[in-house]
């Protein structure tokens, strides 16, 4: 029944434009819409992210949204020019960059949107 429609992720916020600056400034997702209770950004395959607003978060602490990048370590390089920082776990094996390297050989990094909720890229 849902196969042909597209999936939209959702991600709380407690700060719609502190959102704003980081998912379209820092990410470099595209804008949609924006009003009062949410922020939609698109990105390069067309899926829509709402970001709704929130009055209080309490962040996961684990990956709610990740993006299959075709050049891990370029990607990486511009998020940390850009103020990101990648998070590092304890007992993970990441190397001196914050990549794991997941055993069947996929490589990720995590890092903080504004609000602390997790984040990922992956190759």
Not at 13 to 26: I, N
């Amino acid at each position: 029944m849902l196969f042909e429609a597209r999936i939209m992720p959702f991600v709380p916020s407690t700060d719609l434009a502190r959102s704003q600056e980081f998912y379209e400034g820092v990410l470099g997702l595209a804008v949609e819409d924006t009003n009062d209770f949410a922020l939609e950004v698109r990105g390069h395959d067309r899926t829509i992210l709402r970001i709704t607003k929130v009055a209080e978060l309490t962040p996961h602490p684990f990956t709610v949204l990740g993006w299959r990048v075709s050049d891990l370590p370029a990607t990486l390089h511009d998020l940390v020019a850009s103020g990101v920082e990648p998070l590092r776990f304890d007992g993970m094996g990441q190397d001196a960059d914050g990549v794991w390297t997941a055993p069947g050989g996929t490589k990720v990094v995590w890092f903080h949107d504004p609000d602390g909720n997790v984040l990922s890229i992956s190759d």
